[in-house]
Every structure is written in structure tokens, then in C-alpha cells.
Nanobody
Framework: QVQLVESGGGLVQAGGSLRLSCAASGRTFSANIMGWFRQAPGKEREGVATINWSSANTYYPNSVKGRFTISRDNAKNTVYLQMNSLKPEDTAVYYC???????????????WGQGTQVTVSS
């Protein structure tokens, strides 16, 4: 089993930055794909970033590309999401997820953190 714990969420003004962290523990898996997802009130959960073990492959949807950066430190069992130039529409609960398939589909992830709230004021 893998346990994931997010931290770093909070309230920030539009144009500001936040850095989310996700600490992983427990059983490892072969591919160890990590992703960040978000869910705003009344909307579906959407992937905002994905990264593989070696960090050779990353993915961002157009909504966050150029503003968000996913990274990982395998020695620390931690994945990060640097969020810059934040917009009010970025307001959501952000979830860290782990899976064995490189994908932005939430169904391809097996483990989830509890989520951390990010609120961007105008």
C-alpha cells in the first residue's frame, strides 16, 4: 500500500504562487507514476500534472501549462507542484495521486491523498 499526504495549500492573491508537496510512504511500485489532480465545486476532478519515475516525462493540460511545474525527489519520496501566476479559476481542492501507468485519467491511479485546499482571490 502507498500513503500520500499533501501539504502547502492555502489562500493566495491572483498572480501569486504556491508550492504543494506530497509525501509518499509505504509499498513502492514498478512505474511509480505520480500526478496532481484538482476538483472545484460542482466540477469533475481533472488532472493538472503527471510525472514518471525518472522525471523524463511530464504532462500538463493547456489550462496550467507554463504556470505549473511538477517535480519529484525520489530520495525524499516527495512530489511537488509549483503553481505560479495563479488565477481565481485555479481555486480547487488539489489531490496527489500515484499509479503504475502514465496517464491523466483518474481511473489509472490507485492511491490518493486527502487533498489540500487552494483558494485564489481576485
Amino acid at each position: 500500500q502507498v500513503q500520500l499526504v499533501e501539504s502547502g495549500g492555502g489562500l493566495v492573491q491572483a498572480g501569486g504562487s504556491l508550492r504543494l508537496s506530497c509525501a509518499a510512504s509505504g509499498r513502492t511500485f514498478s512505474a511509480n507514476i505520480m500526478g496532481w489532480f484538482r476538483q472545484a465545486p460542482g466540477k469533475e476532478r481533472e488532472g493538472v500534472a503527471t510525472i514518471n519515475w525518472s522525471s523524463a516525462n511530464t504532462y500538463y493540460p493547456n489550462s496550467v501549462k507554463g504556470r505549473f511545474t511538477i517535480s519529484r525527489d525520489n530520495a525524499k519520496n516527495t512530489v511537488y507542484l509549483q503553481m505560479n501566476s495563479l488565477k481565481p479559476e485555479d481555486t480547487a481542492v488539489y489531490y496527489c495521486a500515484a499509479g503504475s501507468r502514465y496517464s491523466t485519467n483518474r481511473n489509472d491511479y490507485d492511491y490518493w491523498g486527502q487533498g489540500t485546499q487552494v483558494t485564489v482571490s481576485s
